[in-house]
């Protein structure tokens, strides 16, 4: 079955960096992707990596993959009170004939000045 | 603007109600969903539906039906609303033969049943 494991809370001090994990099941995701979602708002899709890409870097985010593992991890380099938000990492799951998106259950993290 | 529009924003009903939450994309998407976060922001996908399939997850109530007119809408229809079904509900596209961009979410609808 697909299951899509994060920490559920990160703190941070303004200006370190954040580092979010994620584990997921199901070895047939192509891509792997990090949305965040602000309070009262949707969510907003921030970064993908295609399954056969080890590391993918945008501005401050830095998205490492281990396949082997399972293991995907979001870098937020410099982080800003602005990111404080609750932070999704999903996978998309090829059971049937559509992929559908599984989501984790989501790390929220806090920035502290 | 292009995107995925939700209305209502904000709902709230009493038990045993027969309620509607409208979604609409204007992306030229083939197909659409509906997730459901609860109170501790889990999100679980309801359904997936393109204009050849709908695919409604095992664990959602016969209570849910969801229902398309045409490619770029797909409402929600709940039938005699419980307690429980409290929740914020997002509608989401996608172009599914191009899954790198993953979803557009709408900015999601709260559902308060009292």
């Known amino acids: 079955g697909e299951d899509v494991e994060q920490s559920l809370f990160l703190s941070v001090r303004e200006g370190d960096s954040s580092v979010i994990n994620c584990t997921y099941t199901?070895?047939?995701?192509?891509?792997l992707y990090w949305y965040k979602q602000e309070p009262g708002a949707g969510l907003q899709l921030l970064t993908y990596?295609?399954?056969?890409?080890d590391m993918k870097q945008d501005q401050r985010l830095t998205v490492l993959l281990n396949k082997k593992d399972k293991h995907l991890s979001l870098r937020i380099a410099d982080t800003q009170t602005g990111d404080s938000a609750i932070y999704f990492c999903?996978?998309?799951?090829?059971?049937?004939?559509?992929?559908?998106?599984?989501f984790g259950k989501g790390t929220k993290l806090s920035v502290k000045p | 603007d292009t995107a995925v529009s939700q209305t209502p924003k904000y709902l709230v009903t009493q038990m045993g109600n027969d309620k509607s939450i409208k979604c609409e994309q204007n992306l030229g998407h083939d197909t659409m969903y509906w997730y459901k976060q609860d109170s501790k922001k889990f999100l679980k996908i309801m359904f997936s539906y393109n204009n050849k399939e709908l695919i409604i997850n095992e664990t959602v109530p016969n209570r849910f039906s969801p229902k398309s007119p045409d490619k770029a809408h797909l409402n929600l229809h709940i039938n005699s609303l419980e307690l429980g079904d409290s929740a914020v509900y997002f509608c989401a596209s996608s172009l599914r033969t191009v899954t790198n961009y993953g979803y557009t979410f709408g900015s999601g609808t709260r559902l308060t049943v009292v």
């Open positions: 999903a996978e998309m799951n090829y059971g049937g004939s559509q992929g559908n998106l599984i």
């Open positions: 990596i295609f399954s056969n890409m």
């Open positions: 199901d070895s047939s995701s192509t891509y």
